[in-house]
Structure formats: C-alpha cells, structure tokens
C-alpha cells in the first residue's frame, strides 16, 4: 500500500517553455501532498504544500507564479515550471500524506534538465 | 532551520553498527527516518511519535528524545542494502511539514 507515481520519470526541454510533473497517489487518498526539490548531493528541499482543493502554501523564496501547483482532486496533484531556466534543472520529488501520522509517501521523482 | 545530522558520512563494512544523530533547533513533535539511495526517491523507514519512544524495524531502530529534540538512527549487523543516504525529517506541528535534515551518506563495504 502507500505507493506514488510521478510522470514523467525525466524530462528534457528548451528554455523557456512548460513543463507539468504529475504526482498521483495509487492506493489511498491523499489529503496532503508535498512538492520538494533535490540538488546533487544534497537534502530535499520543500517548495509547496498543497491541500486538496485550496491554494497552495509556498515556502519562502519559492515563485508561486513560476511553479504553479493544482491539487484538482485526492489522487492527484501537478506541478508546472513555467517558463523554464537552465537554472531550473533539478530533482522534483513529490510526497504524498493522508493525515494520521504525517507520514509521507514519495514519488519516484522527476528529473528536469532545461536546455 | 536545517535539522543537523552526524555523520556527514561513514563507511562500514558488513556486518558493523552505526549511528546516525539528527538534532533540531525547534520542539519536535515527530521525527521521520528515510532512506534514499542514488537517483531514487526517498523511502520511509519509520515514525517516531512521542518522546522517548523507540521503535524498531528488523535491525535497524530509533529514539527520541523530545526534550533534548534529538533523534538517533541505529543500523545493526549492516548489510549492503543499507547503503544509502539517510535524512531524519522532524515536525514541529500540525502541518505536517517535515524539514530535512542534511543527510548522512552510508557506505556498507563487503
């Protein structure tokens, strides 16, 4: 049980365009789902928290107009990196919670290189 | 604030222990322990709910302690799947944000 899927697994695309991550939880419902971002060698980063049918909660420093997230239902949540930047390139791992313990469930991740 | 973690790194070789801290600037609530190895997501290894509570899962377990808000990781008689990269991941409330700690690389050695 507890498992999460993230599509696409990589991803490679030209500066300047869009690129929409899907986090979806397979198994159970997921009040909660948490969007992170992973640099070589270091922790995860959380960039949003994001409650099924309300706004998303940025953490500070992250442009909640450049990563827009929409959590439309309790299985899935997207996240779009808009008008992407080599800067951009990055390990984008989404969790998952259903409340309780707070514990969170990973996806697979996905790997953003911006040309 | 970044929970801190120690090691940074240690190398094992098979069938050794070890110990990784992880130590919080704010009152915790819980810690979670995971585990992540090369170009793959994090995977949960366990939960730890109240102060002084110690939970284990086969050979590896875990303390809190919620006064000193510290948390211990234990690996016994490690095995080569144990390598990977270990974050502890406290909360300090009822949002359910974890704040990573900063990593502990484990290297198990044949």
């Known amino acids: 049980g507890a498992v999460v899927s993230q599509h696409p697994s990589r991803v490679i695309c030209k500066s300047g365009t869009s690129v929409k991550i899907e986090c979806r939880s397979l198994d159970f419902q997921a009040t909660t789902m948490f969007w992170y971002r992973q640099f070589p060698k270091q922790s995860l980063m959380l960039m949003a928290t994001?409650?099924?049918?309300?706004?998303?909660?940025?953490e500070q420093g992250v442009e909640k107009d450049k990563f827009l997230i929409n959590h439309a239902s309790l299985t899935l949540s997207t996240l779009t990196v808009t008008s992407a930047h080599p800067e951009d390139s990055s390990f984008y791992i989404c969790?998952?919670?259903?409340?309780?313990?707070?514990?969170?469930?990973f996806g697979p991740g996905t790997r953003l290189t911006v040309l | 604030q970044q929970p801190v973690q120690s090691p940074q790194a240690v190398i094992l070789r098979e069938g050794e222990d070890a110990v990784i801290n992880c130590s919080s600037s704010k009152a915790l609530y819980s810690v979670h322990w995971y585990r992540q190895k090369h170009g793959e997501a994090p995977v949960f290894l366990m939960i730890l709910l109240k102060g002084g509570e110690q939970k284990g899962h086969e050979k590896i377990s875990a303390s809190f302690n919620e006064k000193k808000q510290q948390s211990s990781l234990y690996l016994t008689a490690s095995q080569l799947s144990y390598s990977g990269t270990y974050f502890c991941?406290?909360?300090?409330?009822?949002?359910?944000?974890?704040?990573f700690g900063s990593g502990t690389q484990l290297t198990v050695l044949p």
């Open positions: 969790s998952a919670s259903s409340g309780g313990t707070d514990t969170q469930y």
């Open positions: 991941g406290p909360s300090s409330g009822s949002a359910r944000q974890l704040t």
């Open positions: 994001s409650n099924e049918g309300s706004k998303a909660t940025y």
